[in-house]
């Protein structure tokens, strides 16, 4: 499935702290914590000071990922995630917010963090 400039603007426009809450309570409900949602948002590229002012200033996925200091492995998240192959989204930014939900995705359904973690 290829994303339309309107889906990419769309999740541009996205505030990132009208998604966290859905995040914390997906992989709650999987018996996985918030410390461990923070150590895979961490790995892609924020800290947790840094995130806290993000979801406070209320600020959308463009301006959050422009904080975002990739990891270098960022590349390997690989796969489907909400019907979209991430490996051939062209848009950086959708992209990347992608990858985010792809990692939350893995780790709500159990996956090791190792593997989460690409290492």
């Given at each position: 499935?290829?994303?339309?400039?309107?889906?990419?603007?769309?999740?541009?426009?996205?505030?990132?702290?009208?998604?966290?809450p859905?995040?914390?309570?997906?992989?709650?409900?999987?018996?996985?914590?918030?410390?461990?949602?923070?150590?895979?948002?961490?790995?892609l590229?924020?800290?947790t000071?840094?995130?806290?002012?993000?979801?406070?200033?209320?600020?959308?996925?463009?301006?959050?990922?422009?904080?975002?200091?990739l990891?270098?492995?960022?590349?390997?998240?690989?796969?489907?995630i909400?019907?979209?192959?991430?490996e051939?989204?062209?848009?950086?930014?959708?992209?990347?917010?992608?990858?985010?939900?792809?990692l939350?995705?893995e780790?709500?359904?159990?996956?090791?963090m190792?593997?989460i973690l690409r290492?």
């Open positions: 499935m290829k994303t339309t400039p309107q889906h990419n603007e769309k999740i541009a426009k996205m505030t990132f702290s009208s998604v966290y859905h995040y914390i309570t997906k992989v709650e409900s999987k018996g996985r914590t918030i410390e461990e949602l923070h150590q895979v948002i961490e790995w590229g924020f800290d000071q840094k995130l806290r002012e993000l979801i406070d200033e209320k600020v959308t996925f463009e301006t959050f990922f422009d904080y975002a200091e990891n270098p492995n960022a590349h390997l998240i690989t796969g489907v909400c019907g979209y192959r991430i051939e989204i062209e848009n950086h930014l959708t992209k990347q917010a992608r990858y985010l939900d792809k939350v995705d780790l709500a359904k159990g996956r090791k190792e593997k290492q």
